[in-house]
C-alpha cells in the first residue's frame, strides 16, 4: 500500500545535515467528488471545462477552496491519495 524510503538532508556544503524519509503512496483512490469540490481541471492543452475524458490530466484545488471526497469511496482505507489532484503524490494525505 505504501514504502517509505530514506534520504539525507545536506547543506550547501554538501554535508549530510540530517535524514527524512519520503512516503510513496501506492493506493490512488478515484474518491475526488468533483461537484462538490472548488477544482480545475488541467489537461494536456491547459484548462478543461470538466474531467478529462481521456484519462490524461489533473485537477488542482482553489486557493481557499474546499475539497470534498466520496465517503464510500476512502471507506476502510489508511492511506490514499486521490488519481486526480496532482501533488497526491503529496499535498492531500489521510491517515
Not at 554535508?15 to 489537461?43: H, M, P, Q, T, Y
Not at 466520496?70 to 497526491?88: C, E, M
Given at each position: 500500500?505504501?514504502q517509505f524510503f530514506p534520504i539525507?538532508?545536506?547543506?550547501?556544503?554538501?554535508?549530510?545535515?540530517?535524514?527524512?524519509?519520503?512516503?510513496?503512496?501506492?493506493?490512488?483512490?478515484?474518491?475526488?467528488?468533483?461537484?462538490?469540490?472548488?477544482?480545475?481541471?488541467?489537461?494536456?492543452?491547459?484548462?478543461?471545462?470538466?474531467?478529462?475524458?481521456?484519462?490524461?490530466?489533473?485537477?488542482?484545488?482553489?486557493?481557499?477552496?474546499?475539497?470534498?471526497?466520496?465517503?464510500?469511496?476512502?471507506?476502510?482505507?489508511?492511506?490514499?491519495?486521490?488519481?486526480?489532484?496532482?501533488?497526491?503524490?503529496?499535498?492531500?494525505?489521510?491517515?
Open positions: 500500500m505504501h539525507d538532508i545536506l547543506d550547501l556544503e554538501d554535508k549530510v545535515v540530517g535524514d527524512r524519509f519520503v512516503l510513496n503512496i501506492w493506493n490512488k483512490l478515484d474518491a475526488l467528488d468533483e461537484f462538490k469540490s472548488d477544482i480545475s481541471w488541467i489537461g494536456k492543452e491547459g484548462r478543461l471545462e470538466g474531467k478529462p475524458v481521456n484519462g490524461y490530466g489533473f485537477a488542482v484545488i482553489k486557493p481557499l477552496g474546499k475539497l470534498a471526497v466520496r465517503q464510500a469511496v476512502i471507506q476502510g482505507h489508511h492511506f490514499w491519495g486521490d488519481k486526480w489532484l496532482s501533488g497526491t503524490g503529496g499535498r492531500f494525505l489521510f491517515w
